[in-house]
Nanobody, 126 residues
Framework: QVQLVESGGGLVQAGGSLRLSCAAS????????MGWFRQAPGKEREFVAA????????NYADSVKGRSTISRDNAKNTVYLQMYSLKPEDTAVYYC???????????????????WGQGTQVTVSS
């Protein structure tokens, strides 16, 4: 099983930017589609973004589309989420996830997640 550790969360003012990182270890990173999810207080965990094994395909939730960029560096076993124009409603705990997929272009169905990170808090002040 792959182990995931997120970093980069923090407090930022509305309109600001943050880059989250997720470092993977324990299994070959390149066999996984990688995703970011978030959970706000009192709400269910929701999908934010995903990236295929090769990094060539990405998928975003409508709520962050145009304000976020997911990327990965397979040589560093790390996936990133760059967030721009942050809003108070982006406040949540952000989780990194890994799902084993067969093809290099698949961004994952996220119905059978192999691993979750412990989460990193993002707080956006108004």
């Amino acid at each position: 099983q792959v182990q995931l550790v997120e970093s980069g969360g923090g407090l930022v003012q509305a309109g600001g930017s943050l880059r989250l990182s997720c470092a993977a270890s324990g299994r070959p990173f390149s066999i996984y589609a990688m995703g970011w999810f978030r959970q706000a207080p009192g709400k269910e965990r929701e999908f934010v973004a995903a990236i295929s094994r090769s990094g060539g395909n990405t998928n975003y939730a409508d709520s962050v589309k145009g304000r976020s960029t997911i990327s990965r560096d397979n040589a560093k076993n790390t996936v990133y989420l760059q967030m721009y124009s942050l809003k108070p409603e982006d406040t949540a705990v952000y989780y990194c996830a890994a799902e084993r997929v067969v093809t290099t272009i698949d961004t994952g169905a996220w119905r059978s997640v192999d691993s979750w990170g412990q989460g990193t808090q993002v707080t956006v002040s108004s």
